[in-house]
């Protein structure tokens, strides 16, 4: 596996990773419910713009614009990822701020690639080589020894709620795993405007009260990096790395999440940030150098996404064509069996003998 393959994965563990300590930031001027709302109505508000933007550059180019919408099929799928990671996780999430530091909190954020992990591989099946099992549990060993470290929140209520939080998302991660076919702005989007709606209009019906203009902004800013751009990269990483895969490198967002913490609240690193540092990098060099490969089978497909036409998509095209590639048409793929390295992505989600 390239790092070039794996980039998208770790971006969105930074951005998602930076965004709990100035979350923590933020949760003593706003109420926990109404702060989970804003940071993902800035997602949805920040996505939706640039929806926007991209829809008018394309129709200035002449490349027409294009038609967004999600399947009917793909609905149930897009509604469970909104209750479970844009409602449910982060309220979960700024309550458990609320009772313990960025850093512990930041670290506690390790057991969400576990558990997405483990539902990828018992409930969807998907496949998992040794070597990608070793790596997810040596990034798990990087993220328990921080844990130990002074001031960890160890089993305190806060650290619960913080767990039930990546319970969540890690269903929501494998819930958009099934429509992550679709434009990955567009899914983020939805999910950031509904989720961000719905957690805002409970909190301000429940009492809670806006803050500053100036608080306001802050939050959207960073519900808009933090959640809406590390949203979109992580569809677009599951797309080609599988959920399991995908997980593992966002369980190093908690790593990036402790150095900001540090910067924010200086300190020096103890022996065990910096053996927890190499165990996590260790985990995604594993990762890195896997190769995965055998004859396979790919069943009739028929879905849209942006391609070229390479080996999976050789096919012809029912309407005027320019020649630009990549472009973006519902297709269907014939059965086709081949041999080549490859991963549990959109085109590979075949079981294994």
Not at 272 to 295: Q, Y
Request: overall charge neutral.
């Amino acid at each position: 596996m390239s790092i070039r393959s794996a980039l998208p994965a770790l971006t969105s563990a930074l951005l998602f990773g930076a965004s709990t300590p100035f979350a923590k930031m933020l949760v003593d001027d706003i109420t926990p419910l109404l702060l989970a709302g804003l940071l993902y109505l800035g997602s949805g508000l920040g996505l939706c713009l640039l929806l926007l933007l991209r829809q008018a550059k394309r129709g200035e180019a002449g490349g027409g614009v294009q038609d967004l919408k999600i399947p009917k099929s793909d609905v149930p799928w897009l509604l469970g990822t909104i209750i479970f990671g844009g409602v449910l996780g982060p309220a979960l999430l700024m309550l458990g701020l609320t009772q313990t530091s960025g850093a512990s909190a930041s670290l506690l954020l390790n057991v969400e690639g576990v558990l997405t992990a483990v539902i990828a591989w018992w409930v969807f099946k998907e496949n998992a080589d040794r070597q990608i099992v070793l790596g997810m549990l040596v990034i798990v060993a990087g993220g328990l020894l921080l844990s130990w470290a002074p001031g960890a929140a160890a089993f305190s209520p806060g650290a619960l709620l913080i767990v039930g939080a990546c319970l969540c998302w890690a269903i929501d991660n494998n819930l958009t795993r099934k429509v992550s076919t679709n434009d990955a702005m567009l899914i983020a989007g939805l999910k950031g405007l509904l989720a961000g709606l719905t957690n805002t209009m409970l909190a301000l019906l429940g009492g809670a009260t806006l803050p500053s203009i100036t608080a306001v902004s802050v939050t959207l800013a960073v519900g808009f990096l933090g959640y809406g751009v590390s949203l979109t990269l992580f569809v677009m990483a599951l797309r080609t790395l599988g959920t399991a895969r995908t997980g593992a490198y966002f369980s190093v967002a908690p790593l990036f999440g402790v150095v900001i913490s540090l910067m924010l609240w200086p300190e020096m690193p103890g022996p065990l940030f910096w053996a927890a540092a190499g165990l996590m990098a260790i985990g995604v060099w594993l990762h890195l150098r896997e190769r995965h490969e055998h004859e396979h089978t790919h069943e009739p497909l028929h879905h849209s996404h942006r391609h070229v036409h390479d080996a999976h998509h050789q096919h012809t095209h029912d309407f005027p064509w320019d020649g630009k590639e990549p472009h973006t048409h519902p297709h269907r793929h014939g059965v086709l069996t081949h041999s080549h390295p490859h991963y549990p992505d959109i085109h590979h989600r075949h079981g294994h003998g």
